[in-house]
């Protein structure tokens, strides 16, 4: 299964690829330059296929879960001063996206989207320590019923030039549910309660849907 925003770009690829094939056959008579030029063709189609794929996932929705808005490796667990939204102090969590991981944006909890806004702006490294300030990216807040609002930021890399966000402020987000896309190359920042527990490590890979990021403190259960 592939995300719709895949859809265009994938009937490009087959078509562009398909010419390839056609004329490589046609016009190049050395057999290996022929299979070379045509593996080349094949192999960026499955790249493509291999980038847009959505796969289905069941969650075990949990209001005193925090759990992974995308598939990656977490790369920054830190308390930071959060500037746009909060004005304070807040736990950040960040998970970047390798070109191969699955780059769905899922809801990373359930409640009502209290804010949305996207930011134009530069496209460092994703794993830049001020990517997740200066690059092109979006910021959504979601209020909830356990951990107040959590917010989260959909962050474009160097090679990414398109974030997709659906979700828009007095919609209800659900747990795992699709609220984007983010093409070639990211990162997403969560920020979370000072008090909440953060259960993965630095270096950890998750999987988007699935794996734990927080839960609550033993006092707020």
């Not at 189609?45 to 598939?71: G, S, W, Y």
């Not at 009502?112 to 690059?135: C, D």
Request: proline share 4%; aromatic share 10%.
């Amino acid at each position: 299964m592939f995300h719709r925003e895949g859809f265009k770009i994938i009937a490009i690829t087959f078509i562009i690829v398909g010419v390839i094939a056609l004329t490589a056959d046609t016009y190049i008579t050395q057999d290996l330059i022929k299979y070379g030029v045509q593996g080349v063709a094949l192999a960026v189609l499955v790249l493509i296929l291999q980038f847009f794929r959505n796969p289905k996932r069941a969650v075990q929705f949990n209001l005193n879960e925090i759990i992974a808005p995308v598939d990656g490796k977490v790369v920054v667990i830190e308390e930071v001063e959060e500037k746009e939204y909060f004005q304070g102090k807040r736990k950040q969590v960040s998970i970047f996206m390798s070109p191969l991981n699955v780059h769905v944006t899922r809801y990373p909890v359930s409640g009502v989207i209290q804010y949305s806004k996207y930011h134009p702006g530069k496209y460092l490294v994703a794993w830049h320590p001020k990517a997740s300030e200066e690059n092109e990216r979006t910021t959504i807040v979601i209020k909830t019923p356990k951990f107040g609002d959590i917010l989260y930021r959909q962050i474009a890399g160097a090679l990414a030039r398109r974030i997709v966000n659906y979700a828009k402020k007095g919609d209800k987000a659900i747990q795992g549910a699709d609220a984007g896309f983010i093409k070639f190359g990211s990162r997403v920042d969560l920020f979370l309660p000072l008090d909440c527990i953060v259960t993965v490590g630095l270096n950890q890979k998750v999987v988007g849907a699935k794996t734990v990021i927080a839960t609550l403190s033993d006092g707020d259960e």
